[in-house]
């Protein structure tokens, strides 16, 4: 099921949507290359070293871009995440004519400051990545948000760093007066 703004899109933009819509997951060769890359940002995350994570990133997707055979695209860290009042930046792709694409992601929350959660950065890059991977490798004209777009991307993040760890449900709290009060049977 397409998402709402689907019915705002022109008829060409409809079947570029469509189209990407209809690709679940990437086949990518030598796609266990990935893993100790990933790995390699989260050390360089946990080392707070921008240059290091910018070098960990670009080795990051010059293996999917290689593995590919397509573009490469420049990968560009940046220190705190811009937001406004309603929500901050995570990441960006930016694709101009004449230049080399060019994806930003922010290592730093923009409240806090604190350096972004290993799962949350890579996730980030990933998807980056995938719009790079619309229009160099799908030859899509455009790269929407799509279900097949998210299905590729989260297929892509549970290979590399393996499925979200489960979160632990809080505890109920005890309500001493239900206790006391008559139990109804449910069908």
């Not at 070098?55 to 420049?74: G, K």
């Amino acid at each position: 099921m397409p998402f709402s703004y689907y019915a705002r899109l022109t008829k060409k933009q409809r079947a570029i949507y469509d189209a990407s819509d209809a690709v679940a997951e990437l086949e990518l060769p030598e796609k266990e290359r990935l893993r100790p890359l990933a790995r390699a940002i989260e050390v360089a995350l946990a080392s707070d070293a921008r240059p290091a994570v910018r070098r960990a990133s670009q080795a990051f997707s010059d293996a999917i871009t290689e593995s590919l055979a397509i573009e490469r695209v420049v990968v560009r860290i940046l220190a705190k995440r811009p937001s406004n009042d309603e929500s901050e930046l995570h990441g960006l792709y930016v694709r101009e004519e004449d230049e080399p694409p060019i994806i930003r992601v922010w290592m730093r929350t923009a409240a806090r400051k604190e350096v972004v959660k290993p799962r949350t950065f890579v996730r980030t890059l990933i998807h980056e990545i995938m719009h790079h991977l619309d229009y160099t490798h799908l030859a899509l004209e455009d790269s929407f948000h799509t279900e097949g777009f998210y299905r590729r991307e989260s297929s892509l993040v549970r290979f590399v760093l393996g499925d979200a760890p489960k979160r632990r449900a809080r505890p109920r709290q005890l309500d001493l007066f239900a206790l006391d009060s008559p139990r109804t049977e449910r069908e």
